[in-house]
């Protein structure tokens, strides 16, 4: 079982900067690998990917629209994932959900797996990101 706890929302005016946070405690098998993730769902719209990395932080994937303006990382020291989120607009506001899912380290997953909410096994319970115009 993996256990997510995301950390960092809060109130920002546009064009503002936050940083999230989301550890992760816990393991699934014996090598812990987790592929992770960021999800966001504002009132009245559908969950939207957001950006996600494989296991070791080496691929990293984006929705096209936050390319350029949201950067994910990851520090397998401290089991904790991030989400950089820069030059911010009113539209950023939504709850953002950390995601995981157990993975196996050499194999092939592609960009479609990492963007699909469906394909995550583990959930945090999201941190609320508002941007004031």
């Known amino acids: 079982q993996v256990q997510l706890l995301e950390s960092g929302g809060g109130l920002v005016q546009t064009g503002g900067s936050l940083r999230l946070s989301c550890s992760a405690s816990g393991r699934t098998d014996s090598t812990g690998a987790i592929a992770m993730g960021w999800f966001r769902q504002a009132p009245g719209k559908d969950l939207e990917f957001v950006a996600a990395?494989?296991?070791?932080?080496?691929?990293?994937y984006y929705s096209d629209s936050l390319r350029g303006r949201f950067i994910i990382s990851r520090d397998n020291a401290k089991n904790t994932l991030y989400l950089q989120m820069n030059r911010l607009k009113p539209e950023d506001t939504a709850v953002y959900s950390c995601?995981?899912?157990?993975?196996?380290?050499?194999?092939?997953?592609?960009?479609?797996?990492?963007?699909?909410?469906?394909?995550?096994?583990?959930w945090g319970q999201g941190t609320q990101v508002t941007v004031s115009s």
């Open positions: 990395t494989n296991w070791n932080g080496e691929s990293t």
């Open positions: 995601a995981a899912d157990p993975v196996a380290p050499k194999a092939y997953y592609s960009s479609n797996y990492y963007s699909d909410p469906t394909e995550y096994d583990y």
